[in-house]
């Protein structure tokens, strides 16, 4: 199976258990939807949202953005569900099963806001890809997204580094290798710290939301060395950060 596969199946997996574990998704979502609402966009823009999951983002923009029609996009079909059943049958709304790298378009269809919540880290090509988003957006249009950066993670790896081990968790860029990735990007960043009953608790959180794939060409640790990493992330608070870095790009002139 693919990497892009194994995330699909992950998420797929994780849809029924999202909304119980995803509290950092939550806020995430909640402070994206306010910087989005700020932005100089139509009276009633076309959007378009990339990884939608179970509807966190767009539940928050509802009561902030009119919009003329939405269309609510994931790689997991179980995902897409979720947001259906969440929002129902709301006029001038979609859902679309769909790689947000991939995007299921033609050349002539144009968005006012393309928007995405945390699933940008999954992609293989971000500078590409995201590039590629840009040129979907209509003329005074806006690309919004949030990401992990790169301190996210950090007690986790550091347990790891304690005991002369690698973790398995992607390595995220720095919020200043983003904006230097696309012409006029702006981006900001935001550290959450998360506290857990244990470390099995954080891996659990990691399973509930369907984030634990890991690296390309890494793999599991043995039972044994995962014993001594969780021992020794407890050891430090069980604790954990995301670094979220929140970007958004105007259409190019």
């Avoid at 690698?166 to 983003?178: F, V």
Wanted: net charge positive; glycine share 10%.
């Amino acid at each position: 199976m693919t990497r892009k596969g194994q995330v699909r199946e992950a998420f797929g997996l994780a849809a029924a258990t999202y909304d119980r574990h995803a509290d950092i998704q939550r806020h995430v979502a909640r402070r994206l939807a306010g910087m989005v609402a700020g932005l100089p966009l139509p009276p009633r823009p076309r959007v378009l949202e990339i990884g939608c999951g179970t509807g966190f983002l767009h539940e928050a923009l509802q009561p902030r953005l009119a919009y003329g029609e939405w269309i609510f996009s994931d790689l997991s079909p179980d995902m897409a569900a979720r947001a259906r059943e969440r929002f129902g049958a709301l006029p001038h709304t979609r859902y679309v099963v769909m790689d947000g790298e991939q995007p299921c378009f033609g050349l002539d269809v144009r968005f006012d806001l393309i928007v995405s919540s945390l699933s940008f880290q999954w992609f293989e090509r971000l500078g590409e890809s995201v590039a590629a988003l840009r040129r979907m957006l209509a003329p005074g249009g806006w690309l919004a997204f949030t990401t992990m950066a790169r301190d996210s993670f950090h007690e986790w790896r550091q347990a790891h580094r304690q005991l002369g081990l690698e973790a398995a968790t992607p390595a995220y860029p720095a919020p200043a290798e983003l904006a230097a990735l696309w012409p006029g990007a702006s981006v900001d960043e935001e550290h959450i710290t998360q506290g857990y009953q244990s470390g099995r608790d954080f891996l659990r959180q990691l399973k509930g939301i369907g984030a634990q794939v890991p690296a390309p060409g890494r793999q599991p640790l043995t039972p044994g060395a995962l014993a001594r990493v969780i021992r020794c992330f407890e050891d430090h608070g069980a604790r954990s950060t995301y670094h979220v870095a929140t970007c958004r790009l105007p259409a190019e002139c």
